[in-house]
């Protein structure tokens, strides 16, 4: 028996929601008593893989196969559930991105296990139980779920898991074969467009986030974000009607209709604080609003907050950031 | 073209969450149920497919009579008829081996979902149905269109970036903004959706592997910390030093 944890690569390097689910994946091994190992997939660099001795990962099976540089699920999921058998694992863990969530969905079909998303909690095991505490309700409620079948499936929040630093050991990687046929490639993407992330921070894992809504009145103010977001090193968002109106791309936009973001900081500029923008934002540890208007709804949904005109403050606050120590 | 279109019934975004009987169970009290939002782009883009090409769009719940109003909704939008599972679901499981077994009795050419379920969460149901019917299932998606009679091309996002890709019928999809443009029932629509047909049905035999034992609600903000615009760099040193998040 062990924990097997799926780690996803970019650009030659682990994601850093994958290095929380390793993270995360040892606690639990640590808390059975057991080992936990990762499984790698495509390009990434041999001491990348290694370094997850970091997050207490023993062992490292990586299948280098070319074909698998595009997520491709069949294929995926045919890697990982090798992986599993070799590894007897009773405990598979993954980051809950949109890769992960969808292999450890065909995962729970294909080994008859019990799966948990959007998991921010490590697993209570007294009494024979396994019950794991997820994010429901959009960021309003939190569910405790016992996992009841043999195998357990847990997708790890972004960002609700620090990634250990400490240095240490390195972890052995060996090689994984699963003998792909090339029917496991039929569904294989015809093309994968990579966004140019420029500082290489995306905003799904982003710890910081700067975001610009209609009070920032055109495109041609976005230097204000984006030069807050640089100095911080953030990621940026913007608010729905921001990418409606195409000021920003609609990978952007976040809330109910976008995506969801979870990080330590989220910085509102301009944004109202409709109900359905605080859903894509309310999990955030700490919230900062500047808006000019002192009714503005965002403000009771934030920690600190500026009541003024994003074109005096914001230039304030890149000085400031750019002053920082590193 | 034969589509399903599955449709979870879900508290409005602006609702209150409240829990009853000792934090067991979800207070439906005052509640206002909707169509699942991410659903109604995959509905909308359903009937699109079908305005274009022909062929007919059944919406399919499973969930217990309350949910027929937006059933109902669904029908006046656009779809032909609907299926109700009449089910308390349990998990995200349950659900999907449901949609499964009244997939497997219909040969849809497509079956297309929300992204995720703003109640649960879950981003799941999609994807296992895709794997219990051993079709592919490409999620979240936010294009779809039909390159011809027998193949569909998809853009769907990943972490990052996007792909593009081509699957033959049947498949599952999931989608999101800004696949269509949801679409308001007209007066004609709301008339001819009462007669059209809404099939009740028994759930087959299966398990849930989840067991949902409790809920909490997360800890209520301190309350907002103001700072003089004037002064505006003082935020930076006390995200710093006070929040400890830079
Ligand atoms: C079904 C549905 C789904 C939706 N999904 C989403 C979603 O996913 N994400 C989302 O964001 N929205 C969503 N919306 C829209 C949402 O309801 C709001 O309309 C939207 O969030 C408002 O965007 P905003 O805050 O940028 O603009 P506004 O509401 O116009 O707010 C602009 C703010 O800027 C302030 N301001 C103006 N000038 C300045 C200045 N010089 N300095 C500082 N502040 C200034 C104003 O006081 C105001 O508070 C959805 C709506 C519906 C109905
Ligand atoms: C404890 C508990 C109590 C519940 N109580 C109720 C209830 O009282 N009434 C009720 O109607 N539901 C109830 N549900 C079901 C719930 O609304 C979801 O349908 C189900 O849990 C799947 O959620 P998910 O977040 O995993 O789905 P996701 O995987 O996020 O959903 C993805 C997509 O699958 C489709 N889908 C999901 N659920 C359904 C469904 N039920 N029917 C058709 N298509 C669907 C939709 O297209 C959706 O966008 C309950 C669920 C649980 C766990």
Redesign the pocket.
């Known amino acids: 028996m062990s924990v097997l944890v799926f780690v996803e690569g970019l650009n030659g390097e682990i994601k850093k929601s994958s290095l929380e689910a390793a993270a995360y994946g040892s606690q639990v091994a640590q808390t059975l008593g057991t080992s936990a190992t990762a499984v790698a997939i495509g390009e990434v660099h041999e001491e990348a893989l290694a370094k997850l001795g970091e997050q207490g990962i023993s062992k490292v099976l990586y299948d280098a196969d070319s074909r698998l540089n595009q997520f491709v699920a069949d294929a995926y999921v045919k890697v990982i559930a090798k992986a599993a058998q070799q590894e007897s694992a009773k405990v598979l863990v993954f980051a809950n991105s949109n890769i992960g969530a969808a292999v450890g969905?065909k995962l729970a079909v294909r080994l008859n296990g019990s799966l948990a998303?959007n998991v921010t909690t490590l697993p209570k095991t007294d009494g024979g139980q396994f019950v794991v505490t997820r994010g429901?309700f959009s960021g309003k409620a939190f569910?405790d779920v016992a996992l009841t079948s043999d195998v357990k499936i847990i997708a790890v929040k972004k960002n609700a898991f620090e990634v250990s630093s400490n240095g240490g050991s390195t972890a052995a990687v060996e090689k994984l074969s699963a003998d792909l046929a090339d029917a496991d490639f039929a569904a294989a993407p015809k093309e994968t467009v990579m966004q140019d992330t420029d500082g290489g921070i995306l905003l799904p894992e982003a710890e910081i986030v700067v975001s610009g809504g209609r009070g920032l009145k055109g495109p041609e103010n976005w230097h204000l974000v984006e030069d807050l977001a640089k100095a911080l090193g953030a990621a940026t968002a913007c608010s729905k009607p921001v990418s409606d109106l195409d000021w920003r791309p609609h990978h952007e936009h976040v809330g109910q209709t976008g995506i969801t973001v979870s990080p330590n900081l989220y910085i509102a500029i301009g944004i109202s604080g409709a109900i359905q923008h605080l859903a894509g934002v309310n999990s955030s540890k700490v919230i900062v609003v500047i808006n000019k208007d002192p009714e503005a709804p965002f403000f009771k949904a934030a920690d600190y907050g500026i009541v003024g005109d994003a074109f005096d403050v914001v230039p304030k606050l890149i000085e400031a950031a750019k002053a920082l120590d590193k | 073209m034969k589509i399903l279109?599955?449709?979870?019934?879900?508290p409005d975004t602006t609702s209150k969450i409240n829990f009853t009987g000792d934090n067991k169970?979800?207070d439906?009290n005052g509640v206002q149920?909707v169509i699942?939002p991410?659903?109604e782009y995959?509905l909308t883009r359903a009937i699109e497919i079908k305005e274009a090409k022909g062929g007919t769009v059944t919406v399919?719940?499973?969930?217990?009579a309350?949910?027929e109003p937006n059933i109902r909704k669904a029908l006046a939008i656009g779809a032909d008829d609907a299926i109700r599972?009449n089910a308390?679901?349990?998990?995200?499981f349950?659900?999907?081996q449901?949609?499964t077994a009244v997939a497997k009795e219909n040969n849809y050419d497509m079956i297309?979902?929300?992204?995720?379920?703003?109640?649960?969460?879950?981003?799941?149901?999609?994807n296992?149905?895709g794997e219990m019917l051993g079709i592919p299932s490409v999620t979240p998606a936010f294009k779809l269109d039909m390159v011809d009679d027998s193949t569909a091309r998809l853009e769907r996002e990943i972490e990052g970036g996007k792909e593009v890709v081509e699957v033959k019928l049947p498949f599952v999809a999931?989608?999101q903004q800004p696949m269509s443009e949801p679409r308001i029932p007209n007066m004609r629509g709301i008339m001819t959706a009462r007669t059209k047909p809404l099939a009740v049905r028994e759930p087959v035999g299966a398990e849930?592997k989840?067991e949902?034992v409790g809920y909490s609600k997360p800890e209520k903000k301190g309350g907002v910390k103001m700072i003089d615009p004037e002064n505006a760099g003082e935020l930076i040193a006390l995200l710093r030093n006070e929040a400890k998040v830079l």
């Open positions: 969905s998303t429901v569910a | 279109v599955c449709i979870s019934n879900v169970e979800f439906k149920f699942n991410w659903d995959a399919l719940n499973v969930g217990e309350d949910a599972v308390h679901p349990k998990d995200a349950f659900v999907a449901q949609i297309l979902m929300g992204k995720e379920s703003i109640d649960y969460n879950g981003f799941q149901v999609h296992m149905v999931s989608a849930a989840a949902y």
